[in-house]
């Protein structure tokens, strides 16, 4: 009687990220935050370009990247260690804002032989509780069937969203579709693994390489009480705090973010 050969099939749990290649130099991967896309950091790009090669990322289930069940830190990052393999990157700058910023400080945790330079935007290494839940709720009472306009999307997210700039940002990823409209984002898996996004590092490793974090002077993301937190992950790190920023600071101080970028990449 023959035996049966048992074989274990590893599922690849990561993806083929969308991402836009421009400029010429060392690479610097940029990454966007919670609801956004590569399109975030173009403006930003443009003042990068004449010396690095930059890849602005749509991470899964933003952008035009594709969507799936699972959204994590974890595959996240293997998403990026996929994307360096393909490009034969042996060692890049990385850059993230918010989310990015929590995805590239594991990156750099997990393969910090892969990270020459790190900056992180306003976020901390720390677990930050659900603060969205008035966004997807916006987002979740779109009825995307029965919308004709982005006008009449924006009226109804109003009254989630009363922040104009807030909700011009939210509905660059609603994309016009034969019939109507739909969501770039993957909005289900999002709204139903939202704790995932806040969550902290996870302590045991460290990332020596030097660390530039940039902070919104007028945000709360970022806190004297995060210092400790920033020592132990990244010991050789620097914080800059931006004048007249919030959250969005690469929007709201670009010129300053870009001096501050270019300097800690020397």
């Known amino acids: 009687m023959h035996s049966l050969k048992i074989i274990a099939i ?4 990561h993806m083929k990220l969308n991402y836009k290649k421009l400029g010429e130099g060392k690479p610097l991967i940029i990454l966007h935050g919670l609801f956004g896309s590569a ?3 173009f403006s930003i790009s443009r003042e990068l370009k ?3 090669t930059l890849y602005l990322i749509d991470q899964r289930n933003h952008g035009d990247s594709p969507h799936a069940d699972t959204w994590n830190y974890e595959v ?3 998403d990026l260690k996929e994307l360096m393999d393909d490009e034969n990157i042996t060692q890049a700058y990385f850059m993230g804002h918010s989310m990015g910023g929590k995805t590239a400080m594991n990156f750099a945790l997990a393969y910090p032989e892969k990270v020459e330079k790190l ?3 306003d976020i901390a290494p720390r677990y930050y509780p659900v603060h969205h839940q008035e966004i997807l709720k916006g987002l979740n009472s779109l009825d995307l069937k029965t919308i004709t306009s982005r006008k009449e999307a924006d009226d109804q997210l109003a009254t989630y969203v009363p922040n104009v700039g807030e909700r011009q940002f939210l509905l660059k990823s609603l994309s016009r579709e034969s019939g109507g ?3 770039k984002i993957n909005l289900r898996v999002i709204t139903d693994n939202i704790n995932n996004v806040g969550e902290a590092l996870r302590p045991g490793k460290s990332f020596e390489g030097p660390t530039l974090f940039l902070a919104g002077a007028n945000s709360n993301y970022i ?4 210092l400790p937190d920033m020592k132990e992950f990244f010991p050789n790190h620097e914080v800059e705090f931006i004048d007249g920023a919030g959250h969005w600071l690469h929007a709201e101080q670009p010129e300053t973010v870009i001096k501050e970028i270019k300097k800690f990449l020397g």
Do not use: G, H, L, R
Not at 10 to 13: A, F, H, L, M
Not at 223 to 226: F, G, K, L, P
């Open 76 to 78: 996240m990052v293997e």
């Open 119 to 121: 900056i992180v935007a």
């Open 39 to 41: 399109d975030n950091w």
């Open 10 to 13: 590893e599922i690849n749990k």
């Open 223 to 226: 806190q004297q009480s995060d």
């Open 181 to 183: 409209f739909t969501w």
């Open 50 to 52: 004449e010396e690095y």
